[in-house]
């Protein structure tokens, strides 16, 4: 069974650092295909894609935030971190990691973990 | 960048057919994905590659994708069914992914 889970800071402060923790189980990292990715929603707003990295560590960012965002991964560990440079109030959100098979979907997502950035 | 348009709401009334649509620059050379969001939910994937059902979908769902608009379509809709849809493709010429803006669906 395939799960993932995030974890991290509830609150940041305006021009911090965020960085959050993706752990997996039911898969591995290493896995032929495998990505996990990272996908934030503001309140009451729409799904935004921020970053995604692949079993071989080829990573994609979204073009808009690729200086702020770093995402790396501890395959030993079972892990995805995102980093997230310089916050601001406008990116609270709930962050989100999931799982794809490298077919250009996520088919398994984690409950997600509300980050709120205000002073 | 790319950009897929969702209608903001669709309204139904149970038993009939829902149909969301998600419109894009020559989306049907794209593969459409399609996801349902209860509220306070995580995101679930109901289509994936423009028509195919994951296990545990429901066949009342399917979806169709030509020209410039990606429909996601619901018969004999529930009470259940109500939530936010999203669809979704991968930008192979930009190497991301890209997400509409998001439907809710409203059973009355």
């Known amino acids: 069974q395939i799960t993932l889970k995030e974890s991290g800071p509830m609150l940041v402060k305006p021009t911090q650092t965020l960085t959050l923790t993706c752990t997996v189980s039911?898969?591995?990292?290493?896995?032929?295909?495998?990505?996990v990715g990272w996908i934030r929603q503001p309140p009451g707003k729409a799904l935004e894609w921020l970053a995604l990295?692949?079993?071989?560590?080829?990573?994609r960012y979204r073009p808009s935030l690729k200086n702020r965002l770093q995402i790396t991964k501890d395959t030993a560990r079972n892990q995805v971190v995102l980093t997230m440079t310089n916050m601001d109030p406008v990116d609270t959100a709930t962050y989100s990691c999931?799982?794809?098979?490298?077919?250009?979907?996520?088919?398994?997502w984690g409950r997600g973990t509300l980050v709120t950035v205000s002073s | 960048s790319y950009v897929l348009t969702q209608p903001p709401s669709v309204s139904v009334v149970p038993g009939q057919t829902a149909r969301i649509t998600c419109g894009g620059n020559?989306?049907?050379?794209?593969?459409v994905h399609w996801y349902q969001q209860q509220p306070g939910q995580a995101p679930v994937l109901v289509v994936y590659?423009?028509?195919y059902r994951p296990s545990g979908t429901p066949e009342r769902f399917s979806g169709s994708n030509s020209g410039t608009t990606a429909t996601l379509t619901i018969s004999r809709v529930e009470a259940g069914d109500e939530a936010d849809y999203f669809c979704?493709?991968?930008?192979?010429?930009?190497?991301?992914?890209?997400f509409g803006g998001g439907t809710k669906l409203t059973v009355l």
């Open positions: 590659e423009n028509r």
């Open positions: 020559d989306i049907g050379s794209y593969l």
């Open positions: 999931a799982h794809t098979n490298g077919d250009g979907y996520f088919d398994l």
């Open positions: 039911g898969f591995s990292l290493n896995t032929g295909g495998v990505g």
């Open positions: 990295v692949y079993y071989d560590d080829e990573k």
């Open positions: 979704q493709v991968w930008d192979s010429g930009r190497d991301h992914v890209v």
